[in-house]
């Protein structure tokens, strides 16, 4: 029984998003209650031009040798059920990769990135780029279905890139393989704001065979019940709104759940220690625990000044005088 099989009608799970959702945060919002993860999108064509680079390989806690495209891949077993995200516009090596991918770190599903708005990735032609081509955007997911053989595929975009044409693009989508569609109801002109069109994420639900999952403007348990009814979708996708807040899931799940800033700090202390095992070196995994830090401090008093410190530490042990400093401020700084 596959992932989307086995996820009851109205699920929730966290979005890819590049530099965030890694292991250790992945690791963070599974225990808060997402159904599902997905990670930050892996590149094809790194992962076929083998680097010989040793990487700490969490499963196997050993060595290993293998493109540096392949760090972004890492998992440990708690982060299941994990989707890893490939993204490129070659059909071949999409498949490559897929299958490299499928076969060291057996995740619970791949999904093809045809919705990254950027232009850094738009302009070798993939990511949403991909939904201008629809020969191709068909191509790649019929050779990553190949090449997975029973592994659930599933295909994430936006609304078009100028203009709607996911109902014109979904069925072939689905035609060549696609197991689930996942539509961020946005164009990639209006990147992660502005209105999102449940309208046509529900028309393309109801024209499919296959589970479509929502994304897009969802933080909160009202936009998620709300994003469920209106579209019929199975699933929602969280992105942005779990930034500094993997807590979003578990207040999706019980309305009656907030958590105070005593529970936010724990969750930063862990946070940071995850970061440091991963990245397996102290002083890079506190760097790139620093944004989430910004993040997970957004609304408390004097917030400026705590994020001031916060950004540029380098130990775990300035980070625990900082965060004991802040703990004693609770309960007057939220």
């Known amino acids: 029984m596959s992932l989307w099989t086995k996820l009851e009608p109205g699920a929730v799970g966290l979005a890819p998003m590049a530099g965030i959702t890694d292991s250790p945060f992945r690791q963070l919002c599974r225990d808060c209650g997402a159904d599902f993860v997905m990670s930050e999108m892996i590149s094809a064509a790194g992962v076929c031009h083998n680097q010989n680079q040793e990487i700490w390989d969490l499963q196997t806690e050993s060595w290993i040798t293998g493109s540096k495209s392949l760090e972004y891949a890492r998992l440990k077993d708690s982060e299941r059920p994990i989707i890893l995200q490939i993204f490129g516009n070659e059909p071949k090596k999409m498949a490559v990769a897929a299958k490299i991918i499928a076969a060291k770190f057996a995740p619970d599903g791949i999904d093809i990135n045809m919705g990254c708005p950027m232009r850094k990735v738009m302009k070798n032609g993939s990511g949403v780029a991909l939904m201008d081509n629809h020969k191709l955007a068909a191509d790649i997911t019929s050779a990553v279905k190949s090449a997975l053989g029973n592994i659930p595929l599933s295909v994430k975009t936006r609304l078009g890139v100028r203009q709607p044409n996911i109902l014109e693009l979904a069925p072939r989508l689905e035609q060549a393989g696609a197991d689930v569609v996942i539509i961020h109801g946005r164009l990639q002109t209006e990147l992660f704001s502005g209105p999102v069109d449940l309208a046509t994420i529900g028309k393309v639900a109801a024209n499919l065979s296959i589970p479509v999952i929502a994304n897009g403007g969802i933080i909160d348990r009202e936009t998620h019940e709300q994003a469920i009814a209106q579209t019929g979708c199975l699933a929602t996708v969280i992105g942005q709104a779990a930034r500094g807040n993997p807590f979003v899931f578990k207040q999706i799940k019980d309305p009656d759940y907030q958590p105070g800033w005593p529970e936010k700090i724990e969750t ?15 002083k890079f995994g506190l760097q790139e625990m620093r944004k989430h830090l910004a993040w997970y401090i957004k609304g408390i008093k004097n917030a400026a000044a705590w994020r001031a410190e916060l950004v540029r530490v380098e130990a775990l042990a300035e980070l625990e005088d900082i ?7 609770v309960p007057t700084s939220g």
């Open 323 to 329: 965060l004991n400093r802040l703990e004693a401020k």
């Open 268 to 282: 930063m202390r862990r946070h940071a220690k995850l970061q440091v095992e991963y990245r397996q070196d102290e």
